[in-house]
């Protein structure tokens, strides 16, 4: 059977090519009606930009790990990331964005961008959210710090061995009980959570690449 064709697009064809940047939000869609959901965003071979004005988080814990996963060939592909895990968060003006270039059928190159809490009274909420950051720039603020732990020793929000999270336990580690950033801006190659409550949700794909993107 042939794809179906509206406008001009075989929509069939165009979910396929699709798939490796865009089906790890299709929870996002599954979650709405109920307003939180356990969320996993993270597409292979490639990272994301994340953008918030403001991330306000509780229990914060931050040290090295190993982000491992397939390139966009299938093969086994690894990143050193410095993971953050809080035990809950709120995020103002989060926007997550991420440019999958040379697609087939003309389409060139498309970036995917997430906004949500746009309204500074009704922010994202997170609980046990956890991000392998590559890169990050942000005015920090944290109470009750702990610097150089041995990261096996963070704490909460839980992150032990028998988790998905690789952990040295002799490597280095810090944590406090509140973090404070603002004016964020991240490169990631991976963001986890129990739960998502994503307030003002809106998601869009637009022709092109880096002028699309969150920052």
Known sequence: MSSQVRGGTRWKRFALVMVPSVAATAAVGVGLAQGALAASFSV?????????DSLVGHNFVQYGSVATGKDLKG???AHAVAVSGFSDAKITNMCQSVVTPNLPFGLGTVTLRL???TD???PVEATNLYLDVAELDADAYFEHMDIGVAAGSVGKPGIQSGT???VNPNGFGQRAETATLTNVNQTAWATTAGTFKLSNLSLRLYSGGDD???Y
Do not use: R
């Not at 292979?44 to 918030?52: D, I, L, N, P």
């Open 44 to 52: 292979s071979g490639q990272s994301f930009k994340v953008h918030a």
């Open 75 to 77: 093969n086994d592909a």
């Open 115 to 117: 906004k949500a809490g």
């Open 120 to 122: 500074p009274q009704k």
């Open 164 to 166: 998905k999270k690789a």
């Open 212 to 214: 699309k993107e969150c």
